[in-house]
Nanobody, 123 residues
Framework: QVQLVESGGGSAQAGGSLRLSCAAS??????????MGWFRQAPGKEREEIAV???????TYADSVKGRFAISKDVSKNTLYLQMNSLKPEDSATYYC???????????????WGQGILVTVSS
């Protein structure tokens, strides 16, 4: 199994920054081989895939966050990050970390999910 725990959410002003972290653990988790991603869901809206790092280290972003958000991972710490800059009120949502074993990548149906963390951006 794989366990994912998000942290770092909270409130920010428009134009500000936040960094989310996702600590991964479990007997089936591989920090070097597994894909990981960030999703978000705002109230009344569908879940949105916003950033994925695949098993080759390649990254893909949704147009809505491209150029403002950056996904990265620290293999030694088994931790995934999402650096969010130039935040907008429309970035307010619950953010979820996800992981899966290869084959996987963008638009993949990830198997493992964190519990989610709230991000609120005020204007």
């Amino acid at each position: 199994q794989v366990q994912l725990v998000e942290s770092g959410g909270g409130s920010a002003q428009a134009g500000g920054s936040l960094r989310l972290s996702c600590a991964a653990s479990g007997s089936r988790y591989s920090s070097t081989n597994d894909c990981m991603g960030w999703f978000r869901q705002a109230p009344g809206k569908e879940r949105e895939e916003i950033a994925v790092i695949d098993n080759y280290g390649g990254t893909t972003y949704a147009d809505s966050v491209k150029g403002r958000f950056a996904i990265s991972k620290d293999v030694s710490k088994n931790t995934l990050y999402l650096q969010m800059n130039s935040l907008k009120p429309e970035d307010s949502a619950t953010y979820y970390c996800a992981a899966d074993h290869p084959p996987c990548g963008w638009r993949w149906s990830f198997e493992y999910w964190g519990q989610g963390i709230l991000v609120t951006v005020s204007s």
